[in-house]
Structure formats: C-alpha cells, structure tokens
C-alpha cells in the first residue's frame, strides 16, 4: 500500500512510522502532569467571594464524584467549603493546598458576590481585574450578589449552582439582557458608559431586589418591585411579556386592586444643556392591558377605563420618584444613549461618566396604550 | 514547472486571504480599538485603501519584474535587491509574531498548563514538514478548508446577532485626524504582509490575473474583518475590546448560555485561528527561505533553510511573547520597513528596467531539477 501525505508519495514510511512515534512519546512524557488528570480536578459549580476580617472570604461548591457516577455531577451530594485569601489571584494555589486538587472552572455556573466586597471600592476593583485576567471563567457564566453571606452553598443534597442558574435562566426566558453575566459586567466596567443591575439572591434562592454597579462602583440597591420597573424604563426586558401585581401601592381592596400586562415598550430619548446640567428627557410609551389582581379581563369597560386612569396616574407617581431618586445615579442608563442623541453633550462628556452623573437630571414622561 | 505543481487562481485567492485573515481578525480589533475606540472602523477603511493602493504598487512591479523576481540564476538589479532585503526581514519578523501569538492563544485558551517549549514545538516541527512539501499542497488544503470556514464564520456572524446591542456604536470621528491616520497607518504595517501574494502568484497558472486576485482577498479579508470589528463593538463595547486579549476567541464564549452544550464553542473558532496562523507561519518562513535562495549560491542556498529555520525559532524564543514580537516588528516597519519598500517599489515601476541577457527560470519545486 502506498502512503501519501499531503498528497505526496511517503518514500521511507519506517522514517515516518519513528518520528511520529518519538513525537507521541515526546509530547506524553514532557506533558505528563498528574495535576490534568479528571480525577485529580474538582469541577467548581458555584463559588462566593466577600471581604471579611481575615481577608477574602470563599466559599466553593463542587460535586463529590464516586466512581461511576459521571451523571450525577449536577444531582449527587455536593461539597461546600471555605477558606480564607489574602489576593484573588491566590484561591487556585490555596485551594491546591486544601484539598490537593486542582479547581476546574470549566463548569462554574454561578459566582456570587458579597455586599461588602461590593461596597468595598478597593477590593471589588481588584476583583474585576482578577476576573478580566482569569481566562477559565467564561463570559457566560452568571453572576449574582449573594446576601447570605455564602450561606446560599452551603445545602449538601442539591447543587445550588444549577438551581440558581435555571432560576435565572427562566427570570430572563428568552431576554438575556436581563441577566448579568462575568462579560457583561467586565464590559460595563470597562466601558465605563452603563449601569447593571445584578441581581441579589437570599438564602432561600429567591431575587430580592438589584444592585446597581457602575464604572466598578456599586451605586444603589433597588427593590425588587423598582428594579422591575427601571429594568423596563432601560429596556432591559422590552419584548417581553410584563406582568406587574399590585401595582397600586396605596391598600385597595383586592376586587378594587389590579394587574397590568405589558405588551411592549418604547423609549425615546433626547437630550439639553442648561449651564452645566444635563436635562435627559425619556419619553416611555407602553402598550398594555389592565387586567384585574387575579390577572382576568376586566368586562366591565366604566370599571376597566377608571383602573386605566388610576394606573396612569400611579405609573407617572412612581416614575417621577424614580427620577428624584436616580439623582447623582444614572439609574435610566442615559449616558448609554448620550454619544447617539446629542453629540456636543457627548464631546464634554466622553470618557468622564461620573462628572456627568452629577450634572445630570431626568425627567420621564409616561405614555400608555390600552388600545388592543 | 508543470501544471500540477501549479495553483489555480481560486486557490491562490483562498491562500492569500486565509494567510492574511488570522492575523487580521486575532490582533487587529483589540489593538485598533486601543488606539483609536470608537474609530476604529474608519482607521480599518482607511488602512485597507492603503492596501489597496500598495496592492496596485505589488501588481505593477510583478508585471515589469516577474521573470526576475526570484530568480535564482538571474541577475536582480539593485532596487529588486533592496526590495528583497526589505521583505527578508519583514518574512521574518512576520514569522516570530505568528510563532508567538500561536503559543499564547493555545496556552490562554487551550492548554494553560502546558509551557511555551511543549507548545513550540510541535507546530513549529509541522509547519517545517509543511513547508518542506511547498506551496501548493497548502494551496489545496486552504481553498478546502477556506470554504468550510466562511460557512462557520458566516454562522458566528448570524448567530451574534441577538448580542449586538446598537447603544455600544458610539459617534465616530471623535477622534483627531493625525491620531486617525496612525492608526490607518499602523493597520496598513499588518496589512502589508500582502507582499505574501508575489511569491505564491509564482505558483499560480493565471499569473496574469495578479491584481484582480490580490483586489479580491483585500475585499474579502477587508469584509471579514470590519464585520468581526463591528460585532465584537456592538457585543462587548469598544474600550472593553481595548482591554481584552484576542477578543475574537472570546466572542463564541460570550454567544452561548452557559449550561448549553455550545457553551465551549469557543474552541472551534480556536481551531480556525490555529490554521489560519499555520498557513501564516509556514508562508512567511516559506517566503523568507525563497528570498534567501534568490539571493544566494545555488549550493550553500541548500542547506540555509535549516540554519534559518533554527534562527526563526531561536529569535521567537528570545523575543518572548507577542507584545514584544509586535513592538518590534511595529517600529521597524513603522520607520523603516514601509517608507523604504514604498520608495523602493515606486522607483522600480517608475525607472526603466535595464534588459539583460540571462536565462530566465523561476524559483520553484521543480524548476531548478
């Protein structure tokens, strides 16, 4: 038989037959690193980082793998531990020291952050470098706060990474930009032009309310029921289906009480310079149906058009608060919008977000379709 | 040289555009938007007019000097010599870069436990066996594997789609016209590895389709790499771009949802660099090993390519990484490379050729049996 390569004829296969040989047996013995092999990894599901009084608390959840139960790595006993760094960059060395396993993070699916590393200026920008520069944390992996101090991880019979994982996956559906990812809020950080609100979970695996962070800053935290509504004044879930209960925040009797379904939303923004404030005026048209607190169709049309006035008027209420509070904050994301809408305003401000955010004032008007 | 030892000229198209195309995509968009941010897709339209006009420059010299050129027997003039010591040395810096960036993205992205030496090796011992067959069979290889990476690459591209967040295209022309035409400049130093094309226009049956060949790649490498430019704007911003080390590998990890089984899909496009960067590698030392031979005696051109081989691989291993590899190669083209080969290809189409009596022959696989 002849050999060909490259679609030439092999002269002296014996040649080949040895370099090929030495190369496999070269590249083995040289690679040869008992550190590589599956079984001397731990595949990293979760893993928390906060600053405490000993320095950087982690906190890691990993599978404990028994021979032949390769499937069980999401739905087997998982193992949580902790210990304590002085640097970032230090958790593979001494998690290596702990449990003489190399931490794999291939698998990470969440990595959540404590509220005082977040507030902690110094150290949550050191953290963003340790991100930036870890190339084994993908840009997909989620990323929320966790306020239970890593108490979160700590249930050995179910793997809390991938319960929080579906638990944001199904929050977004179809919308990703709801969601925080580790590229995304590297991008945010480095853009220095955006605010993300990254969701914060309790104990009991449920979503609280959101912090916000900009220019690797955590600006404010927002309520659950604010971040819904500011997350849909930035369009963060546009062309989704929004269903807001209790939308009246005054107590009304549960038949006097209703719900909004929002179909769609549109915003439009444009921009004005008075002395040195920035005016950025949101113009937000929503489509929507009001529906009754149990999420029926109201039949009776005096009912429903007096429940359409009520929320208009309370949707204006809550918006004009959110701007009194998105004061010095930026929390509409306007300076995302700035560089396309007015470019002069843009010039000034290039590159100088924060000197912007102090400048600037929001006035958000609301407009609401209930037509079908 | 007979006709199976020669390329047609879709494979000489798919040769010279995969050759440019790894470069281009790998480094260009984080070292651009560094530079010039949101401009960064002028400073690309601009760099690639300069090409455009050096590719016009290339084609009318390969007219007036293609039986000289290269040719081991016959007497080259003198701006022929200047313009071969010129693209010597950039054949070789070129390779250090390619031989650089390959060890980091497969250490990064790849096999972080593996160190420079293990990684070296082997694709360098490829590249040499590659090399050795000559260009034809790469030819091949590249019009067949360049067709399976458009169908990929155009998949990526549909597929970002849904990330592009349209906030993220900032105003352009931001920036000043002097910072704009450095970087237009800086793009045209990586884009004039197009010189690649006169030596394997050699090997082409269609010699006399050059220029609308060379016209061709420039369109399409120009396409690939403003529409990679602008994706990766829209999916991470333009500053983050800055700050990210070949962003394009990491696009794929940014596209899939991490419990996906695309989530490693990254991988994939890893691969195509890898060929891309091997075709690169194994042109510019290929290259630089014919420039040597051309200028050389038929005898002790024998055996120089294994010193230069071993010259190549030392001076990546001392040059380190590609920071410094690009420094390099960046300043002396910057300064010195680009001014003089412009200058030298300007003065050998505008002179007139001094017609010798010499036997014409080519440097090629065959022609010197």
């Not at chain 1, 289906?241 to 005054?250: A, I, M, N, T």
């Not at chain 2, 399976?148 to 549909?158: A, D, H, S, Y």
């Not at chain 2, 349209?166 to 910072?179: C, G, V």
């Not at chain 2, 430019?229 to 800055?242: A, K, N, P, Q």
Request: charged content about 25%; glycine content about 4%; overall charge negative.
């Amino acid at each position: 038989m002849n050999w060909k390569v490259w679609g030439q004829k092999v002269k002296n296969k014996k040649i080949y037959i040895i370099l090929i040989l030495l190369a496999v047996v070269f590249v083995c013995a040289f690679t040869f690193d008992s550190e590589n092999y599956p079984e001397e990894s731990d595949y990293i599901m979760s893993l928390f980082f906060d600053v405490g009084e000993e320095g950087i608390k982690t906190v890691y959840e990993s599978p404990v793998l028994k021979k032949d139960e390769a499937q069980a790595v999401l739905y087997g006993e998982q193992r949580v531990s902790e210990f304590n760094i002085l640097h970032f960059q230090d958790f593979a060395n001494e998690y290596m020291n702990s449990v003489a396993r190399k931490p794999d993070f291939q698998h990470l699916k969440i990595l959540l952050i404590g509220e005082e590393l977040l507030k902690n200026e110094e150290k949550f920008a050191e953290f963003i470098a340790f991100l930036h520069e870890q190339n084994e944390f993908a840009e997909n992996v989620f990323v929320a706060i966790d306020k239970s101090n890593g108490e979160i991880l700590k249930d050995e019979n179910e793997c809390a990474g991938k319960s929080l994982e579906n638990l944001f996956s199904e929050r977004s559906g179809e919308n990703e930009q709801m969601n925080v990812t580790v590229g995304k809020l590297l991008a945010a950080c480095y853009n220095e032009n955006q605010a993300v609100y990254i969701p914060v979970v309790s104990e009991d695996k449920k979503i609280q309310g959101e912090w916000v962070v900009a220019c690797k800053k955590a600006v404010s935290y927002v309520d659950e029921d604010m971040a819904k509504w500011l997350l849909a004044a930035n369009c963060m879930n546009c062309g989704q289906e929004l269903y807001f209960q209790d939308v009246y925040e005054e107590a009304l009797n549960e038949e006097d009480n209703f719900s909004i379904e929002i179909s769609k939303i549109k915003r439009q923004i444009s921009f004005k310079e008075s002395g040195n404030k920035v005016n950025a005026y949101i113009l937000l048209t929503l489509k929507g149906k009001v529906r009754s607190y149990c999420g029926e169709l109201i039949t009776d049309a005096a009912d429903r058009i007096n429940k359409e006035q009520l929320f208009s008027v309370c949707l204006s209420d809550k918006f004009e608060r959110f701007a009194s509070y998105s004061k010095g904050k930026d929390l509409f994301n306007t300076y995302y919008e700035l560089s396309n809408k007015n470019r002069s305003i843009w010039k000034k401000y290039q590159n100088r977000y924060e000197e912007y955010v102090k400048n600037l004032n929001v006035d958000v008007t609301v407009e609401i379709d209930f037509t079908d | 040289m007979n006709k199976e030892e020669m390329i047609s000229e879709k494979q000489c198209f798919y040769l010279i555009t995969f050759e440019l195309f790894g470069l281009l995509t790998l480094f260009l968009p984080s070292f651009l938007s560094r530079k010039l941010s949101q401009d960064a897709p002028v400073g690309l339209t601009i760099g690639f007019l300069f090409a455009a006009i050096f590719a016009l420059l290339l084609s009318m010299f390969y007219r007036k000097y293609q039986n000289e050129f290269l040719s081991a027997k016959k007497k080259n003039s003198f701006l022929t010599d200047v313009l071969i010591f010129l693209f010597f040395i950039q054949t070789i810096l070129l390779s250090i870069f390619a031989l650089n960036i390959t060890w980091e993205i497969v250490q990064m992205f790849l096999l972080p436990t593996l160190n420079r030496f293990l990684i070296l090796i082997p694709f360098f011992a490829v590249s040499v066996f590659a090399l050795e067959k000559g260009l034809v069979p790469r030819a091949k290889m590249a019009e067949f594997c360049g067709k399976i990476f458009i169908f990929v690459l155009g998949f990526i591209f549909i597929f970002s789609l849904k990330k592009i967040d349209l906030n993220q295209y900032e105003a352009i022309f931001i920036s000043s016209p002097k910072r704009i035409a450095i970087g237009s400049y800086d793009v045209f130093i990586i884009l004039e590895t197009l010189i690649f094309s006169l030596f394997a226009v050699k090997f082409s049956k269609s010699k006399d389709k050059y220029g609308s060949t060379l016209r061709k790649s420039i369109i399409a490498c120009y396409i690939l790499t403003v529409l990679l430019l602008l994706v990766l704007m829209g999916t991470f911003g333009v500053d983050y771009i800055g700050q990210m080390e070949y962003p394009a590998i990491r696009l794929l990890r940014n596209l899939t949802k991490s419990s996906s089984f695309l989530s490693r899909l990254d991988v994939l496009m890893i691969w195509i660099w890898l060929v891309s960067l091997f075709y690169f590698f194994c042109g510019s030392m290929n290259y630089a090993h014919l420039l040597l031979k051309s200028v050389l005696e038929e005898s002790s051109g024998k055996y120089m390519n294994y010193v230069l081989y071993v010259v190549i691989f030392a001076l990546a291993w001392i040059f380190g990484n590609v920071s410094n590899s690009f420094y390099i190669y960046r300043n002396y083209m910057f300064y010195i490379g680009t001014p003089f080969t412009v200058v030298a290809l300007l003065l050998a189409i505008v002179l007139p050729k001094k017609e010798k009596e010499n036997e014409l022959e080519s440097v090629g696989p065959k022609s010197e049996e």
